[in-house]
């Protein structure tokens, strides 16, 4: 049995995108999707809270007013609770691009590359080990997303991909363009729809069972 | 579907006093309480090792503590799981701890702060309060006093059915007096071993069907 634990935001949440009072159901979001392609010996831990950032906390949402927002001050507390950890999916940063963090696109990385290295710190894999780490980047926001603190968000977001690569990859996790997995269409919406839950769902449980695959070639390779 | 949210400490989390490794899903007490529950019920585990009700630990962190205060988490808690059916809370357990130098009292407060917390979340349906069951942590064991860290623990924990008694009540909250089902582990005085798990997971999975149904 793998855990995987799916630490993300109101994507990962599901939140639906017609109806902000309702949250999708475990078979419509991504992370109940993916569990569900994966099968019986996954077991994937849902972690996703609305309005999450990387690392900045943000007083000023209405969502879950008085919610501390920062995944980096939530992140030990997360882990610890649901290790042993085999993978932990990260996928963060949309909430980061708000007007009001001024955040550029590295800033954003580098505050997704923090979250790794505390991750590191905490030996919460099997038997002490680290957790493999799939980083998710985060879906391009629409050209026309000018509300909810994003006013000129696209540009960033456009960014974000080649940023991760650049500052992310380095870190020895595995990276998932979500872009790459929606055919490069850019979502209409801040919140995704059922469609792009689906196509997440699917290019992320086939990098799992890659990387999970992979895993056990190295074990008969060198035993 | 019904979302069961089980916020604790290390005995929720499945700690092995025999191991000092996690019980798998099916021994420790929220795994049982899913497979009496059956497939309509959805039980999300949520217990942190060192967990306390409102207190910072920097002594057992690489941080400022913060991670271990069972206030700080359970309303970023609360939003990730909503909309939710039933609160599970039980804490208490590491306030006993010689260096937070608390009452029974004052630990059954700190739980009752999370009620309210809790009851302030709108992570029940439509937005409104979801039910909160208050488990009162069963006593550690006598013995545990001659541990450094738990000097005076068992007389306090003793207190913990009474005071947890009187919070649950102000707070109009369902309480469940875990002392009355299982018992602490000789082998750590502190943790529960897998037979005790699965007594409470039955007693709190007859008590759920009681509050929801």
Same mark, same amino acid.
């Given at each position: 049995?793998?855990?995987?634990?799916?630490?993300?935001?109101?994507?990962?949440?599901?939140?639906?995108?017609?109806?902000?009072?309702?949250?999708?159901?475990?078979?419509?979001?991504?992370?109940?999707?993916?569990?569900?392609?994966?099968?019986?010996?996954? +077991?994937?831990?849902?972690?996703?809270?609305?309005?999450?950032?990387?690392?900045? %906390?943000?007083?000023? %949402?209405?969502?879950?007013?008085?919610?501390?927002?920062?995944?980096?001050?939530?992140?030990?507390?997360?882990?610890?609770?649901?290790?042993?950890?085999?993978?932990?999916?990260?996928?963060?940063?949309?909430?980061?691009?708000?007007?009001?963090?001024?955040?550029?696109?590295?800033?954003?990385?580098?505050?997704?590359?923090?979250?790794?290295?505390?991750?590191?710190?905490?030996?919460?894999?099997?038997?002490?080990?680290?957790?493999?780490?799939?980083?998710?980047?985060?879906?391009?926001?629409?050209?026309?997303?000018?509300?909810?603190?994003?006013?000129?968000?696209?540009?960033?977001?456009?960014?974000?991909?080649?940023?991760?690569?650049?500052?992310?990859?380095?870190?020895?996790?595995?990276?998932?363009?979500?872009?790459?997995?929606?055919?490069?269409?850019?979502?209409?919406?801040? +919140?995704?729809?059922?469609?792009? +839950?689906?196509?997440?769902?699917?290019?992320?449980?086939?990098?799992?069972?890659?990387?999970? %695959?992979?895993?056990?070639? %190295?074990?008969?390779?060198?035993? | 579907?019904? &979302?069961?949210?089980?916020?604790?400490?290390?005995? &929720?989390?499945?700690?092995? /006093?025999? &191991?000092?490794?996690?019980?798998?899903?099916?021994?420790?007490?929220?795994?049982? $309480?899913?497979?009496?529950?059956?497939?309509?019920?959805?039980?999300?585990?949520?217990?942190?090792?060192?967990?306390?009700?409102?207190?910072?630990?920097?002594?057992?962190?690489?941080?400022?503590?913060?991670?271990?205060?069972?206030?700080?988490?359970?309303?970023?808690?609360?939003?990730?799981?909503? /909309?939710?059916?039933?609160?599970?809370?039980?804490?208490?357990?590491?306030?006993?701890?010689?260096?937070?130098?608390?009452?029974?009292?004052?630990?059954?407060?700190? =739980?009752?702060? $999370?009620?309210?917390?809790?009851?302030?979340?709108?992570?029940?349906?439509?937005?409104?309060? /979801?039910?909160?069951?208050?488990?009162?942590? &069963?006593?550690?064991?006598?013995?545990?006093?001659? $541990?450094?860290?738990?000097?005076?623990?068992?007389?306090?924990?003793?207190?913990?059915?009474?005071?947890?008694?009187?919070?649950?009540?102000?707070?109009?909250?369902?309480? $469940?007096?875990?002392? =009355?089902?299982?018992?602490?582990?000789?082998?750590?005085?502190?943790?529960?071993?897998?037979?005790?798990?699965?007594?409470?997971?039955?007693?709190?999975?007859?008590?759920?069907?009681?509050?929801?149904?």
């Amino acid at each position: 049995m793998k855990t995987i634990v799916c630490y993300g935001d109101s994507n990962t949440w599901g939140l639906d995108r017609h109806n902000p009072n309702r949250r999708l159901t475990f078979d419509e979001r991504w992370p109940g999707r993916m569990a569900r392609q994966l099968g019986p010996d996954y +077991h994937v831990v849902e972690q996703g809270q609305p309005s999450r950032t990387a690392v900045m %906390d943000d007083p000023v %949402d209405v969502w879950g007013a008085d919610s501390c927002k920062s995944g980096r001050a939530t992140l030990t507390a997360c882990l610890r609770s649901q290790a042993p950890i085999d993978l932990l999916i990260l996928m963060l940063g949309t909430n980061d691009l708000k007007n009001r963090f001024s955040f550029q696109p590295a800033d954003i990385a580098l505050g997704v590359a923090t979250l790794i290295q505390i991750t590191r710190l905490l030996a919460v894999g099997p038997r002490g080990a680290d957790p493999r780490v799939l980083v998710i980047v985060p879906p391009v926001l629409p050209a026309s997303m000018n509300s909810g603190g994003f006013y000129k968000a696209h540009d960033h977001s456009l960014r974000l991909a080649e940023t991760f690569r650049q500052i992310v990859s380095p870190l020895g996790c595995e990276l998932l363009d979500s872009m790459g997995a929606l055919d490069g269409q850019v979502p209409d919406d801040l +919140h995704l729809s059922l469609a792009e +839950h689906a196509a997440l769902a699917r290019a992320a449980a086939e990098r799992v069972r890659e990387m999970f %695959d992979v895993a056990r070639k %190295d074990v008969v390779a060198h035993p | 579907m019904k &979302t069961i949210v089980c916020y604790g400490d290390s005995n &929720t989390w499945g700690y092995d /006093p025999r &191991t000092g490794r996690r019980f798998d899903r099916d021994t420790r007490w929220p795994g049982v $309480l899913a497979a009496e529950l059956g497939p309509d019920y959805q039980v999300i585990e949520e217990g942190l090792s060192g967990r306390t009700t409102v207190w910072n630990d920097p002594v057992e962190s690489l941080g400022d503590g913060s991670e271990k205060n069972g206030k700080f988490y359970l309303k970023p808690c609360l939003d990730t799981h909503a /909309p939710i059916d039933l609160l599970i809370i039980m804490l208490g357990t590491n306030d006993l701890k010689t260096r937070f130098s608390l009452s029974a009292h004052d630990i059954a407060r700190g =739980a009752g702060t $999370l009620v309210q917390i809790a009851y302030r979340s709108g992570a029940g349906h439509d937005w409104k309060k /979801p039910p909160v069951l208050l488990i009162a942590p &069963t006593p550690v064991h006598p013995e545990a006093v001659s $541990l450094q860290a738990w000097q005076g623990s068992y007389d306090k924990s003793r207190r913990f059915a009474e005071e947890f008694g009187y919070v649950a009540k102000e707070n109009k909250a369902e309480l $469940l007096d875990a002392g =009355a089902v299982i018992s602490t582990s000789t082998i750590d005085r502190i943790h529960l071993e897998a037979p005790e798990h699965a007594k409470l997971g039955r007693a709190v999975a007859a008590r759920v069907r009681q509050i929801i149904d």
